[in-house]
């Protein structure tokens, strides 16, 4: 039978692994929040550009509104999907599950030599609920492919990108 603080260092372990998977996938989305962003932002400007040019030449008038509605439609997009502060919203939470991850290998590795089973309970104790409160605040990750990026990164040990 397992004593109190094996079971205590096996629930940290757990935990490290479901932080590492879920900050990773937000990771992954805030990437492709900010390719979003990017993608559609840089089209409305290209195509923002070629309506004020044709609006001077003698082009037919309907191809610069046709034009001219396209760039409305790409920039409600980027207001209505705000892709920007998505990808800012997933990079900060997948940077809050990694801290967690931190403090669950601490105390899986360091603190579980230290401390006695009482001690170590309270600590699982309060990283429990700090996930648990993260994880509530979290925005949702589409499972699927960001899930099985993410899946692949944590076991190739591959480092997502952390700068933004």
């Given amino acids: 039978m397992a004593n109190a603080s094996d079971e205590i260092i096996k629930e940290a372990n757990r935990i ?24 559609i932002g840089i089209t409305a400007m290209i195509f923002a550009v070629i309506v004020t040019a044709l ?21 409600g997009l980027l207001t209505f999907l705000n892709p920007k502060d998505r990808a800012e919203e997933h990079q900060r939470k997948g940077v809050e599950l990694q801290y967690i991850r931190d403090e669950a290998r601490i105390l899986e590795n360091i603190d579980s030599v230290q401390m006695n089973d009482d001690e170590l309970n ?11 409160k993260t994880d ?23 480092v997502p990108d952390l700068t933004g």
């Avoid at 932080?19 to 805030?30: K, L």
Wanted: charged share 20%.
């Fill in 55 to 75: 609006s001077f030449s003698p082009a037919p008038n309907w191809i610069a509104g046709s034009l001219g509605i396209f760039v409305a439609i790409l920039t």
């Fill in 16 to 39: 490290s692994e479901g932080t590492d998977y879920t900050s990773v996938q937000h990771f992954i989305a805030a990437k492709q929040w900010r390719n979003t962003h990017l993608c």
């Fill in 122 to 132: 309270a600590q699982l104790i309060k990283l429990r609920e700090r996930k648990f």
């Fill in 136 to 158: 509530l605040a979290n925005p949702s990750t589409p499972g699927g492919s960001i899930f099985r990026k993410a899946k692949k990164s944590v076991v190739d040990g591959t």
